[in-house]
């Protein structure tokens, strides 16, 4: 059914849909609305039987989905930002004891300074921790992808991360084919565990485990995410079968064929890309774009094969691996290997800063005219940035870097003299 609702509703009605048992909240900008949208669903009957569970933290949280899971519940929850970090233990317990649960991050900004803006920072910190993460570039795959990712997290055994644009998506009002509970059910089967706490049947689910198993027992979660690699496809194809649409896989390539540059991305930021690109295909540049869905597991075979004989890959990444510089851009060079061809990284819209076409234009310029260095940062103040440099060679004393910028830039009252 078509509807013209908030991404965060359409989430939510697109989980009820598979039938959780156990529902975990804890309240975080910008995920709130998607568990508030669910306790209202718990409370007047529309999903039933399902515990919903008010607890005292995202750790909490993602602890009481690892138990729900283990024995035997479809388990979902959601978080953000410091909420992902507070409960990062428990992310590294969930993959590391092979349960299946999904859990939606609504993409924000980590501090310090604080923010509540989007970029993916926060899921990207937990990329190594087990965790398949899918990333949705509109509203209608994120509702898509959540009924694919129970079926995927049920069918190898591991959880899901999908990982949602905070605000751009998660409180942008769109039009959203949801799904009937028929077409749910004929998707997705019922739940049935590989390993479950039993009293009749005791067993010990993550016990000590020494030298002489471990490297196994990771290498298996590993296996997983592999295997995976052929899954993802096919459940995207046999969810077109049932719902008649496109959604999810491991990527979506965009006027590639014959492309000399080619920009990757994760996330909403590829519907401005795709804009652009068609202005650049207007002027006669040969130009296309790749929109990752699946970023763990990592497809580098198809990645390679949909960017194909392009003279220079153009990253843009929504966070900052500090030291180095892109985490995508990082992986992409892994799945190039050997092949030759130029990879740039562009960090961009960090703290939620717009990605204009303009800016985009620019950039994607640069590159075709081999300007455009290895490394760049998207708008980037560098004039605000050496004022501050400055002070700090000037003064050992200089005081909060972010508060002196803000004043150089003129967002907060100036100190009183």
Not at 55 to 84: M, W
Not at 295 to 321: C, D, H, N, Y
């Amino acid at each position: 059914m078509l509807k013209q609702v908030e991404g965060s509703v359409a989430i939510a009605e697109s989980v009820a849909l598979c039938r959780p048992e156990v529902i975990c909240a804890y309240p975080i900008t910008p995920q709130t609305h998607i568990v508030e949208a669910l306790s209202r669903m718990v409370k007047d009957g529309r999903l039933h039987p399902c515990e919903y569970i008010n607890v005292e933290s995202e750790f909490a949280a993602l602890s009481v989905a690892i138990g729900a899971s283990a024995c035997g519940a479809r388990a979902y929850t959601a978080t953000a930002s410091q909420g992902i970090l507070f409960m990062a233990e428990a992310v590294y317990n969930a993959s590391g004891l092979g349960l299946p649960m999904v859990m939606t991050v609504g993409n924000r900004a980590i501090g310090a300074p604080i923010n509540i803006w989007n970029d993916h920072t926060d899921s990207m910190a937990l990329r190594d921790a087990g965790w398949i993460q899918l990333y949705a570039e509109t509203n209608q795959e994120a509702a898509d992808l959540h009924i694919q990712a129970f079926r995927l997290s049920e069918a190898i055994s591991l959880p899901v991360m999908v990982c949602v644009d905070g605000f751009i998506l998660t409180h942008a009002y769109e039009r959203v084919d949801v799904p009937t509970q028929e077409q749910v059910d004929a998707y997705l089967p019922r739940y049935e565990p590989r390993q479950v706490l039993d009293p009749a049947e005791p067993v010990t689910i993550g016990a000590m485990v020494g030298p002489e198993a471990f490297m196994e027992v990771r290498y298996l979660a590993h296996h997983r995410q592999m295997e995976a690699i052929g899954l993802i496809p096919e459940l995207a194809a046999e969810f077109h079968a049932v719902f008649g649409r496109d959604s999810g896989g491991l990527l979506h390539a965009y006027r590639t064929e014959d492309a000399d540059t080619v920009v990757c991305a994760l996330g909403s930021v590829n519907g401005t890309i795709k804009d652009v690109v068609d202005e650049l295909r207007d002027d006669g540049v040969r130009i296309g774009s790749i929109s990752l869905c699946s970023f763990r597991p990592f497809p580098m075979a198809a990645l390679a094969s949909a960017i194909g004989t392009a003279k220079r890959v153009v990253t843009i990444e929504k966070s900052l691996s500090i030291g180095i510089g892109g985490n995508l851009s990082h992986n992409l060079r892994m799945a190039l290997q050997g092949r030759g061809g130029e990879v740039h990284t562009v960090i961009a819209g960090l703290g939620g800063r717009s990605i204009t076409r303009e800016s985009l234009r620019r950039v994607f310029r640069e590159a075709i005219e081999n300007r455009l260095e290895p490394l760049s940062f998207l708008d980037l103040d560098r004039g605000v940035v050496e004022r501050q440099l400055e002070r700090e060679r000037q003064v050992r004393r200089s005081g909060p870097a972010a508060e002196a910028i803000l004043r150089d830039i003129g967002a907060v009252a100036a100190r009183p003299v």
